[in-house]
């Protein structure tokens, strides 16, 4: 079945390195992909998306790189802060293969990142 | 303004009660969803509207009943839930409803089911 996963399920940083996490899905038709920040007691908080016909995009301290050859993700979050601490989900919204158009979003385990001071 | 709200923040039922959750979002989308979050796990989706109209459910139980009154509301009425019912209730949206699309989430209301 369809799935988007992450390697590693915890992450911790110091204050001011650089934080790498990653993500895995398995439905190839898949061609739009979101990370999502969770803070304690929050709702996912939209970060960066990409679609399938790049391999790169860059936001405000954060990159996200697409591999589609073997189906990875990667959220690259540079000069990590204590801010940054949260639940990281990545998600694909790219519906049924076979071209079905409507939004599900399906979400990845996520990935909690620690930073310390 | 990327604002999604939901109302109440917090609520606790018996299983026998009727209550309703609420989410309001003023960014123009005309699809709107609700998904659920259990601890420690990726919010699931329930329901997608998409111009005030049912397009997706998640084979979720009766006793979660969605509504649509306009584009920019979304209700979940809530009928003889079970403790396991009990989760964080997310609502989101986005522009149509489509693939491609960002969607957008709402703080979450969490649900305690006694």
């Known amino acids: 079945g369809e799935s988007v996963g992450l390697h590693l399920p915890t992450l911790s940083v110091q204050e001011g390195d650089n934080s790498i996490i990653n993500c895995a899905y398995s439905?190839?038709?898949?061609?739009?992909f979101i990370w999502y920040k969770q803070e304690s007691g929050k709702g996912p908080q939209f970060i960066i998306d990409i679609r399938s016909n790049m391999d790169k995009r860059q936001g405000q301290r954060v990159t996200v790189l697409l591999n589609k050859t073997v189906k990875h993700l990667s959220l690259q979050i540079a000069a990590t802060q204590p801010g940054d601490s949260a639940v990281y989900f990545c998600a694909e919204n790219g519906g049924k293969a076979g071209g079905t158009s409507y939004g599900k979003l399906t979400f990845g385990q996520g990935t909690i990142l620690t930073v310390h001071p | 303004d990327t604002e999604v709200t939901q109302t109440p923040k917090h609520l606790v039922m018996g299983m026998t009660n009727k209550k309703s959750l609420k989410c309001e979002q003023h960014?123009?989308?005309?699809?709107m969803y609700w998904y659920k979050q259990k601890a420690k796990k990726p919010p699931e989706l329930m329901f997608v509207y998409s111009y005030e109209k049912l397009s997706i459910n998640e084979s979720v139980p009766s006793r979660f009943s969605p509504e649509c009154p306009n584009s920019s509301l979304l209700n979940l009425h809530l009928h003889a839930l079970q403790p396991e019912d009990s989760a964080l209730y997310l609502c989101?949206?986005?522009?149509?409803?489509?693939?491609?699309?960002?969607?957008?989430f709402g703080p979450g209301t969490r649900l305690l089911v006694l």
């Open positions: 989101a949206s986005s522009q149509e409803g489509r693939r491609q699309e960002t969607q957008y």
């Open positions: 439905n190839s038709a898949s061609d739009y």
């Open positions: 960014m123009g989308h005309r699809a």
